[in-house]
């Protein structure tokens, strides 16, 4: 039970020590960003409804995309592994003001079940990489950006925090520090009162071509202030290569 409030606590309070402002990026993107919705096969969970997901086409392909730590918060503690098995039934996606235009995934492609939850290195490859079995959601899928990031750049955040209850998806604004090991450090500039909910959120730049996934954060001691720490794409487009190369064998 302690890990499941450790987990979730790096989903709900993801640094209310920033100096940046509380408010919304007047940058515009066409509709991106989706919400996590589960039906589980037995019990009560406290759960329907958590974190926030996109769609990435790569190649000749189109995958839906959240943040694995999620999974660690919905598992209870005797089923921390990398699946989905006689846990959850149903896994749908949707905008928070367009629940009826769902994405419905079909497998976990990165499913291990050998990969303990409970291990802090889910965060060095904190994504989710599904399969869709359908999609009848307006949203825009994301592309790879291909250039390095500069220092300084702009970045956004496009989601919802788990405290709201409907509206158009949010934009909040960020400014590259620098990478560090599978993450990328962005100061805060334009941002919500609370970040919970943003797990899983696309990390775009001035175009629109992603970046980075919304992840958890970090307390950077040469700037002195909690930056947020979206997992870059790196081995997400590894993964997706070496998925795509075994699939046309």
Same mark, same amino acid.
């Given at each position: 039970m302690k890990n499941i409030f450790h987990y979730l606590f790096l989903? #709900?309070?993801? /640094?209310?020590?920033? %100096?940046? #402002? #509380? !408010?919304? !990026?007047?940058?515009?993107? %066409?509709? #991106? !960003?989706? +919400?996590?919705? @589960?039906?589980?096969?037995?019990g009560e969970h406290e759960f329907n409804q958590l974190g926030t997901a996109f769609l990435l086409k790569y190649k000749n392909d189109t995958f839906a995309i959240t943040a694995k730590h999620i999974l660690a918060v919905l598992k209870p503690d005797s089923l921390k592994n990398l699946t989905l098995d006689n846990f959850i039934k149903n896994w749908t996606m949707s905008a928070l003001n367009k629940q009826n235009e769902i994405v419905t995934i079909d497998k976990l492609l990165n499913e291990d079940k050998n990969e303990s939850l409970k291990?802090? *290195?889910? @965060?060095?490859?904190d994504w989710l990489v599904f399969s869709i079995k359908e999609n009848k959601a307006k949203v825009i899928p994301l592309e790879f950006r291909e250039k390095p990031l500069v220092k300084g750049e702009k970045l956004y955040a496009i989601g919802w925090t788990r405290h709201m209850k409907e =509206?158009?998806?949010? $934009? @909040?604004?960020?400014?590259?520090? &620098?990478? &560090?090991? *599978?993450?990328?450090?962005m100061k805060k500039l334009i941002i919500p009162e609370k970040? =919970?909910?943003?797990? =899983? /959120?696309? $990390? $775009?730049?001035?175009d629109g071509k992603l970046v980075g996934i919304v992840s958890n954060g970090?307390?950077?001691?040469? *700037?002195?202030?909690?930056?947020?720490?979206?997992? =870059? *794409? +790196?081995?997400?487009? /590894?993964?997706?290569?070496? @998925?795509?190369?075994?699939?046309t064998e």
């Open positions: 989903i #709900i309070a993801l /640094a209310s020590c920033s %100096p940046g #402002i #509380i !408010s919304v !990026s007047e940058k515009q993107f %066409p509709p #991106i !960003s989706l +919400i996590n919705h @589960y039906e589980y096969f037995n291990s802090k *290195t889910i @965060y060095q490859k =509206g158009n998806q949010r $934009v @909040y604004e960020f400014e590259y520090y &620098k990478t &560090k090991g *599978t993450h990328h450090l970040m =919970g909910g943003l797990s =899983g /959120a696309p $990390v $775009v730049d001035n970090e307390f950077n001691l040469f *700037t002195m202030e909690k930056m947020l720490a979206p997992v =870059g *794409t +790196i081995e997400l487009k /590894a993964f997706l290569d070496n @998925y795509l190369n075994n699939k």
